[in-house]
């Protein structure tokens, strides 16, 4: 939802989202700003960037382009 909608991490601290997520699941408690600002999204890149990598690696060639 937060990447969906581009929304930035503090969302998960509003309290629309909160209530949404208490009547959805009651049980489950929702992650701090930090922590996706700090764990998760970190490790995402770290993801994305080792598979950019590899995919580079593998590639015969490789071009550019831009658009103004």
Partial sequence: MIVLDNQPFSV?????FKRLFAVLERKYSIPSRPYFSKTV???I???CQSRVAEMLA???FISFTTDF
């Fill in 45 to 47: 890149y770290e993801k």
């Fill in 41 to 43: 999204i970190p490790e």
């Fill in 58 to 60: 593998d590639a015969r």
């Fill in 12 to 16: 998960v601290e509003n309290k629309g």
